[in-house]
């Protein structure tokens, strides 16, 4: 499974974003995707999810409402759509795959085997 996050870039506060993970190497019938962001000095942190089977969705609190994560089988890839930016936003944005068919879970980062290579996503004036 390769992955392939794409779509970070330098945005203003207030402004989206629309996130994409591609995947190759296989069929994204029943994964778990996720997506995660880093900020320099801190930890790793689940954002959101989706189950590729199903449609089911799981949000980290905080960011739910500004946050959107969907999909598209037929392009084998999923989206993270990021509205209202802020810079606290500002981090590297991964997606990771979960291949094990099971409920999709952003607080357990070791259940995710496949990365991409990251996106940076800076807010600023």
């Known amino acids: 499974v390769q992955l392939q996050a794409s779509g970070g870039g330098l945005v203003q506060p207030g402004g989206s974003l629309r996130l994409s993970c591609v995947a190759s190497g296989v069929t994204l019938d029943y994964y778990a995707i996720a997506w995660f962001r880093q900020a320099p000095g801190q930890d790793r942190e689940g954002l959101s999810c989706?189950?590729?089977?199903?449609?089911?969705?799981d949000y980290l609190d905080s960011v739910k409402g500004r946050f959107t994560i969907s999909k598209d089988n037929a392009k084998n890839t999923v989206y993270l759509q990021i509205d209202n930016l802020k810079p606290e936003d500002t981090a590297v944005y991964y997606c990771?795959?979960?291949?094990?068919?099971?409920?999709?879970?952003?607080?357990?980062?070791?259940?995710?085997?496949?990365w991409g290579q990251g996106t940076l996503v800076t807010v600023s004036s």
């Open positions: 990771a795959a979960d291949p094990r068919r099971r409920r999709c879970n952003i607080r357990e980062i070791v259940r995710y085997d496949y």
């Open positions: 989706i189950n590729t089977n199903d449609g089911y969705t």
